[in-house]
């Protein structure tokens, strides 16, 4: 990946695939410049980072505002006062958090998210990072057999099996206690296993295992094998990067480009974040 030179901003790549952090940029107080060359990090580098920000609810929403459509959260509890933003939370005494599994959000609905704004309000001592994967690197390593043979698919994406569902026991109740609406979990989606992406034009894998559930025209047992493969090839460590979150840290992933895995290695300690999820456009 080369390196791009920015004018308005100091731009630190986390990775030879993927992540960058831009430092010398106030959220809160951002001009058209400074904006302009943060849309390109973020189109190179698909996921990217911001440190010691200060940001009330109206500076994420501005900020979130600046890329698309906010999408309201059906799900996650909302802030008090700001349903745009939602609540992503584990408490001292939760064992289990949100987004453990390697996934990418929103891709059960008809037009996916073009991407998540979180931002860092409390974090734990010591854990708490946040996994990023490359869905570019994902598909460019493929052998060309395999991506001739995806090139004609469509995959089924949901949201009923991972929101839909109750708690049946003591430890998934750990977490179903912070996913609402439970009944708004009604979300089928048909998109293609491989896209292109809408702004770089480069091709990417459109999977993930935590919403899709088979391949169009494929039964489910039939789909598993080469999901499972898929899956596993998607996560590389060679394709990743990997976030330390501090308080006032804000991360920013392009959900058509990237997975992402929030990593659950902070046992009696507390992480509470603010997420505004941004609109995409159709990916077929």
Request: hydrophobic share 35%.
């Amino acid at each position: 990946m080369g390196q791009t030179a920015y004018q308005t901003i100091d731009v630190h790549p986390l990775s030879g695939l993927l992540g960058a952090e831009i430092k010398g940029v106030n959220l809160a107080d951002l001009d058209d410049e400074q904006f302009t060359e943060i849309r390109q990090v973020f189109l190179e580098h698909s996921v990217i980072f911001f440190r010691d920000q200060d940001l009330t609810p109206e500076h994420h929403i501005a900020f979130a505002n600046r890329w698309g459509e906010i999408n309201v959260n059906r799900f996650f509890k909302p802030v008090e006062g700001y349903p745009m933003i939602a609540e992503v939370s584990k408490e001292p005494d939760q064992e289990k958090n949100i987004g453990s599994n390697w996934h990418t959000d929103h891709s059960y609905d008809q037009i996916p998210a073009l991407g998540s704004i979180l931002y860092a309000h409390e974090v734990p001592e010591v854990g708490g990072d946040t996994m990023f994967a490359s869905m570019y690197a994902a598909y460019d390593t493929l052998s060309d057999g395999l991506k001739e043979t995806l090139s004609g698919l469509n995959a089924i994406h949901s949201s009923r099996h991972t929101f839909g569902r109750k708690p049946t026991n003591q430890r998934n109740q750990d977490i179903g206690g912070r996913i609402r609406n439970r009944e708004l979990a009604t979300q089928d989606a048909v998109h293609p296993v491989v896209i292109r992406h809408p702004d770089t034009g480069r091709k990417a894998l459109y999977i993930n295992s935590a919403f899709t559930v088979q391949f169009e025209g494929w039964t489910k047992e039939e789909s598993q094998p080469l999901l499972q493969y898929l899956y596993r090839h998607a996560v590389n460590p060679t394709f990743t990067c990997r976030f330390h979150w501090e308080k006032g840290s804000v991360g920013f992933w392009d959900n058509r480009a990237t997975w992402h895995c929030a990593l659950n290695d902070y046992p009696g300690q507390r992480r509470f974040m603010h997420r505004i999820t941004v609109e995409g456009v159709s990916l077929s």
